[in-house]
């Protein structure tokens, strides 16, 4: 298992710093419409993106358009990700471990394969235990979809918050 840690470059910041061993490896971008992104891994540029928005898909590809890894949300009521990846195919499952924690769970079929668990209650500081086998690009876009997921969740506080304080 790689242990990986998620450090936000600000307070606001819904870019990160993907950390190894107190060394900087990667960088997560989350563009401000929030259905895309960057990933930077070791200095190699790839790019993240919704193919449609009914249908939920995100694609990991390199600069020159090659496909590294796909992402696809079954449903909209569940915070998860079915996601394959590599040659031979690799697929795994991303969803939160319950429905009251931001835990997130990586699943292969029923056999747990990592876990990304938040720091704390109150910061997006976060840690990850990937497996080694997975590509280490493919570990940095599930750490951008567990981002994703985070940061719905706090539009979606963050408007209910808004509708509270304007019905008042």
Request: hydrophobic share 45%.
């Amino acid at each position: 298992m790689s242990r990986l840690d998620l450090i936000p470059h600000s307070w606001w910041s819904w870019n990160f710093d993907v950390v190894r061993e107190e060394s900087a490896i990667a960088q997560i971008g989350i563009s401000c419409w929030r259905e895309n992104g960057t990933v930077d891994v070791a200095g190699t540029a790839y790019q993240v993106r919704r193919t449609s928005l009914l249908k939920g898909t995100y694609i990991l590809e390199s600069t020159d358009n090659v496909r590294i890894a796909q992402a696809v949300r079954p449903s909209l009521g569940r915070r998860s990700f079915t996601i394959q990846y590599g040659m031979p195919s690799g697929s795994c499952t991303l969803q939160a471990a319950s429905f009251c924690t931001r835990r997130l769970v990586l699943r292969d079929d029923s056999h747990e394969m990592g876990t990304i668990t938040p720091a704390g209650p109150f910061t997006r500081q976060a840690q990850a235990e990937l497996p080694d086998q997975m590509p280490l690009a493919v570990q940095v876009f599930v750490l951008w979809l567990a981002v994703l997921l985070w940061k719905r969740e706090s539009d979606a506080a963050a408007a209910t918050v808004a509708v509270v304080a304007a019905s008042t």
